[in-house]
């Protein structure tokens, strides 16, 4: 599956999942020790959702297959509450050498986004003065209980792995580690399942394990400055297993969080002199609509790919025509080609014509349509007018046949 390019990802969601490292990868703790992990992740949030002026967290990931770096990222926020900004810059590196930068910006006047692939800064000028979305407590939202009790139950007896050291200052550390016998059957079940569900019929990557996986070792640190503050956290998790033709894989997922600069974080909007910009504005209840909807109007493709012999191989091309499009509806048909040698997938080949009506964002549509079988299938269409690109998914399954819904301009 290719990386979705997006900015830096929610504060919320990366607290909440730390939560889940804390435990599914730390799953390390004494009562004690996990008790007073779980008051940091607390208070943390807490404080940075209601207390803190500013603060700074920057996350680094990365990915590691049989000790070679597949993939790693890094995501640093800057959020001002005081003055109610926030930016964000994110940096992607896949094995191909792929380098993806973006970045965000927003106070409550305008929302600037920038990327790579096209050097164009989009800025969103909204009509109405609002707050953008700083932090959110996750433990504050409906169900956190409820997951809180799981994890506990999931934890059990591992809490009894880990180490609090007690600092002068006031600080804590919390360490711990778990060898491959002292993790549940549980968790490698769970392990086991969520990584053949990731590879079933999508693009990775990741090398797809299919037996005999595991996780061999976990292992979790963290500082809790005196003011009950988690400053930072490391993660580190070894998965083992076997691809289709038997050979082994170790997984090695490494994820590092660090929390700084709180109280004198400073935001600043970027200077636009001379830079490419495009201009749009938001409606209230809606998002950004598209400028120039006819920009869309042309032919898009992507290829169509499967697994052969332990390889990807390319059997043909999917093509998505928009014909005529405007404000309100987008029209013209989808269709498949495909190479000589493979001729035999055009038997489960689809052409069909659409012509669909947008929803209010004016860059969605979803409609249905009836196969020669007889059967209906949904089709969903968004206008990337980020990337310049159109997704078409269509809900189907699609067999051995890997499916891309993100469609590129075809230029001449």
């Not at 919390?174 to 086991?192: D, H, K, R, T």
């Not at 580190?236 to 974080?265: C, P, R, W, Y």
């Not at 970027?270 to 749009?280: A, F, R, S, Y």
């Not at 987008?330 to 052409?351: C, K, L, N, P």
Request: charged fraction near 25%; hydrophobic fraction near 30%.
């Amino acid at each position: 599956m290719k990386l979705k390019k997006k900015t830096v990802m929610l504060i919320s969601f990366s607290i909440g999942a730390l939560l889940f490292a804390s435990t599914a990868l730390a799953d390390i703790v004494s009562k004690s020790g996990y008790e007073q992990l779980k008051d940091g992740l607390k208070t943390t949030a807490e404080k940075c959702s209601e207390e803190l002026d500013s603060f700074t967290i920057d996350i680094s990931m990365e990915v590691k297959n049989n000790g070679e770096t597949l993939m790693s990222s890094n995501d640093v926020s800057k959020i001002d509450r005081d003055n109610n900004t926030q930016e964000s810059l994110s940096n992607q590196k896949s094995i191909n050498g792929d380098n993806y930068n973006s970045y965000n910006y927003s106070d409550d006047k305008v929302r600037i986004r920038w990327n790579e692939d096209q050097d164009t800064y989009y800025v969103t000028e909204l009509i109405s003065e609002s707050s953008p979305t700083n932090f959110v407590n996750p433990f504050d939202e409906q169900g956190a209980e409820d997951v809180e009790r799981i994890m506990d139950a999931v934890v059990g007896s591992l809490k009894d792995h880990v180490m609090v050291k007690e600092n002068p200052d006031g600080s804590k550390e919390i360490s711990g580690s778990l060898s491959e016998m002292q993790i549940p059957a549980l968790i490698n079940a769970v392990s086991s399942f969520q990584l053949k569900q990731e590879f079933n019929g999508r693009q990775s990557a990741l090398p797809h394990l299919t037996q005999d996986i595991f996780v061999k070792e976990v292992s979790g640190k963290s500082l809790i400055n005196s003011d009950g503050l988690m400053e930072s956290m490391l993660g580190t998790a070894i998965l083992s297993g076997k691809d289709k033709q038997g050979q082994t894989h170790e997984l090695s997922f490494e994820v590092l969080m660090k929390m700084s600069d709180i109280n004198n974080t400073e935001v600043m909007k970027p200077d636009l002199t001379g830079k490419k910009v495009v201009n749009d504005v938001e409606r209230p209840g809606y998002g950004p609509e598209i400028n120039n909807p006819e920009k869309f109007q042309g032919l898009f493709k992507n290829d169509i790919l499967i697994e052969k012999d332990g390889k990807y191989v390319k059997i043909g091309e999917r093509f998505v025509e928009i014909t005529n499009i405007d404000d309100s509806s987008i029209v013209g048909r989808y269709y498949e080609e495909y190479r000589t040698d493979y001729e035999q997938y055009a038997a489960i080949s689809q052409e069909f014509k659409f012509d669909a009506n947008f929803e209010n964002d004016k860059r969605q549509a979803n409609f249905e349509y009836s196969t020669e079988a007889g059967n209906t299938t949904n089709v969903n269409i968004y206008l990337d007018e980020y990337l310049g690109k159109v997704n078409f998914h269509i809900n189907q399954d699609s067999g051995n046949v890997l499916y891309d819904s993100m469609f590129s301009r075809v230029f001449d």
